[in-house]
């Protein structure tokens, strides 16, 4: 009975041991330490950033972007046969109206170029030079530079072959059909045609060397040349005084290279074709130094020789 009075009280006070432990032994067998003197740190989490409220714009709008003009398919490359623009009244005596006879034979290229004036499938590369030691005595002197900037003007106006691009030609006697041209005027060695402003005295020498006479005061083409006579440059259309010549005969010739031969008047009253010889007579059309007429339509007339 002793014994077994001992062994309960002995187990009493176990539970009671327990008891005064607060709970559980710590399973990892690891007694927990007394509570930290110091309170938790705690981080909040921070204060939300607010910023003003973006102003209300307008969607950006896709910028325009310009359409790219059109690049010349080719580059014209050829020999025109050699011809003149012949048969009017006996010219002058040299010297006579004034105009420098002769030069020294040689010529000056016009320096730089442009870039490519008009949209047309064939590219015109041409180049413009001045005889050298022309005596221009009270005549207007005509430099290179301005040579080049009279050419440039003609062969870029409205009304000129440019124009072809909006309105391609269609010639049957020359075998042309939905032709256009662009053209460029450079200064290198790199040209479809070159055209050479010259005096009387060295435009018949040239000229008659391929077999046309232009008797001192016509004009004359052949090969990658076009010889601009300076008599008529100076002097302009007999009874025409107000008539644009510079163009009538850039436009002209240029239209000989570009594969043209002569046209004749198509009807009285009607505006000639730039490829009929009006220099030399009218036959009823009237005075016309482009080749389009403001409608876009190509001016033409039955074919004749060149």
């Given at each position: 009975?002793l ?7 002995l ?5 009671l041991?327990l008891a005064?432990?607060g709970g559980?032994?710590d399973?990892a ?11 938790p740190?705690t981080?909040?989490?921070?204060a939300?950033?607010?910023s003003?409220p ?7 709008k896709?910028?325009a972007s ?7 398919s080719?580059?014209l490359?050829k020999q ?8 009017g009244a006996k ?6 109206d004034?105009v420098?006879a002769t ?13 490519i004036v008009g ?9 413009v030079?001045?005889?050298?030691g022309?005596?221009?005595?009270s ?5 290179t530079d ?7 003007r003609?062969?870029?106006?409205q009304?000129?072959w440019?124009?072809?691009?909006e309105h ?5 006697p ?24 010259a005096?009387?005295?060295?435009v018949?020498k040239l000229c008659a060397?391929v077999g046309v ?8 083409r052949?090969?990658q040349?076009i ?7 100076l002097?302009?259309i007999d009874?025409?005084?107000g008539?644009d010549?510079?163009?009538n005969?850039?436009?002209?010739e240029m ?5 043209f ?6 009807g ?7 490829m009929?010889?009006q220099t030399?007579?009218?036959n009823g ?10 409608e ?6 039955p074919?004749?020789?060149?």
């Amino acid at each position: 009975m002793l014994g077994t009075r001992v062994r309960l009280t002995l187990a009493s006070v176990m539970v009671l041991g327990l008891a005064a432990c607060g709970g559980h032994p710590d399973p990892a067998g690891v007694a927990a330490g007394p509570p930290s003197s110091e309170a938790p740190v705690t981080s909040s989490p921070p204060a939300p950033v607010t910023s003003p409220p973006a102003s209300p714009s307008a969607s950006p709008k896709p910028s325009a972007s310009k359409k790219p003009a059109p690049k010349p398919s080719s580059t014209l490359k050829k020999q025109v046969a050699a011809g003149g623009d012949t048969g009017g009244a006996k010219p002058p005596a040299p010297g006579g109206d004034g105009v420098p006879a002769t030069g020294a034979g040689t010529f000056t290229v016009a320096g730089g170029g442009t870039g490519i004036v008009g949209t047309g499938a064939t590219l015109v590369k041409y180049r413009v030079e001045v005889e050298n030691g022309i005596q221009w005595g009270s005549n207007p002197v005509w430099t290179t530079d301005k040579t080049a900037a009279e050419v440039e003007r003609a062969l870029g106006a409205q009304l000129g072959w440019t124009m072809s691009a909006e309105h391609p030609v269609t010639y049957a006697p020359n075998k042309l059909t939905d032709a256009s041209w662009s053209f460029q005027r450079v200064s290198g060695e790199d040209y479809s045609v070159r055209l050479r402003l010259a005096t009387p005295g060295t435009v018949d020498k040239l000229c008659a060397s391929v077999g046309v006479s232009t008797q001192g005061i016509y004009s004359c083409r052949y090969g990658q040349t076009i010889l601009l006579n300076l008599r008529r440059w100076l002097k302009g259309i007999d009874g025409a005084p107000g008539v644009d010549f510079h163009a009538n005969t850039v436009n002209h010739e240029m239209g000989h290279f570009l594969g043209f031969d002569h046209m004749k008047c198509p009807g009285s009253g009607q505006p000639a074709p730039i490829m009929q010889t009006q220099t030399i007579a009218l036959n009823g059309c009237t005075i016309n130094s482009f080749p389009f007429t403001t409608e876009g339509t190509f001016v033409q007339g039955p074919w004749a020789p060149s």
